[in-house]
C-alpha cells in the first residue's frame, strides 16, 4: 500500500485554513492556493509544480524536498 497522497491535479483551494496541514508527499500540481492561509503546513516532497501560490501565506512552510517548478508566486 502507497504512503502517497494524493488530490486532483488543479484542485481548487483558494481562500482556504491549511494552517499545520499534513500535505506531504501529496500530489498537488496545478493547485490553486492563491490567497489560502498556509502557516505551518508541511509540504515536504509535495509536488506542487504549476500550482498558484499568489498571495498565500507561507510562514513557518517546510518545503523540503517540493517540487516547486513553475509556481506562480506573483
Known sequence: ??????????????????????????????????EAEMTGANLFEADLSQANLQGANLDEESLSETNLSGVKLR
Open 1 to 34: 500500500m502507497s504512503s502517497e497522497k494524493s488530490l486532483s491535479i488543479g484542485a481548487i483551494l483558494n481562500g482556504a485554513n491549511l494552517s499545520r496541514a499534513d500535505l506531504s508527499r501529496a500530489d498537488l500540481g496545478k493547485a490553486d492556493f492563491s
